[in-house]
């Protein structure tokens, strides 16, 4: 039992290239996975738009307030320009502006969660009001619930660098490169979801 107690394990940090390597693949794993999260929730739009079952696609009164749709596509587009600033400014050696611009990143994205649910208060339908909102309430909570991970994510970034600097592990240019990548990806598919849900 002795023997047990004294044995130390050391464990060997991977090399920065191919920790670097592993988040560039890690973060089009996500990308490609969110794409197909989305995929059906398209389907379902262009299926029972075509299908109109009864005329209930789109009943009379069933009608998204487009307003609340901006406001959510501001806050994705917004959260993901500053983190990308940020970026930008841990480039440029200037670490404490990175970390301004990634908090309001972080507070942007938040928003827009919290917008998405201010929204299911005044849309005045559910899923049962037909076709399309069966497809919008999904669709939309969908976005929301994958913006608040990934806020979650920018969080865990930000307060890593807080702490230890950027040059720790979970704080570094890599994650950073891999955080935008996402939130760029991520504010283009809620131009689509603006323009199907919203739009169309």
């Known amino acids: 039992m002795s023997d047990v107690a004294a044995t130390h394990v050391t464990i060997e940090p991977e090399p920065p290239e191919l920790q670097e390597r592993n988040l560039w693949v890690a973060t089009r794993l996500l990308v490609s996975s969110t794409i197909f999260l989305f995929v059906p929730f398209v389907f379902a739009y262009v299926y029972l738009a075509a299908l109109d079952t009864a005329a209930m696609w789109r009943p009379p009164g069933v009608q998204a307030p487009i307003g ?5 596509l501001a806050c994705a587009v917004v959260s993901a320009g500053l983190v990308a600033w940020a970026r930008a400014e841990l480039a440029s ?30 849309i005045g339908f559910g899923p049962k009001d037909g076709g399309f909102a069966s497809v919008f309430v999904g669709w939309s909570l969908m976005y929301a619930l994958v913006l608040l991970f990934t806020m979650i994510w920018l969080e865990t970034i930000l307060v890593s660098a807080i702490r230890n600097g950027f040059g720790s592990p979970g704080s570094g240019r890599s994650e950073l490169d891999g955080i935008v990548f996402f939130l760029v990806f991520y504010a283009g598919l809620g131009a689509l979801s603006f323009m199907f849900l919203y739009l169309l």
């Not at 609340?68 to 959510?72: E, H, P, R, S």
């Not at 908090?103 to 201010?118: E, K, M, T, Y």
């Open 68 to 72: 609340w749709g901006i406001a959510v």
């Open 93 to 122: 050696k200037r670490s404490s502006t990175s970390r301004l611009l990634l908090g309001l990143g972080l507070v942007a994205g938040i928003a827009g969660v919290v917008v998405q649910v201010l929204e299911f208060w005044h």
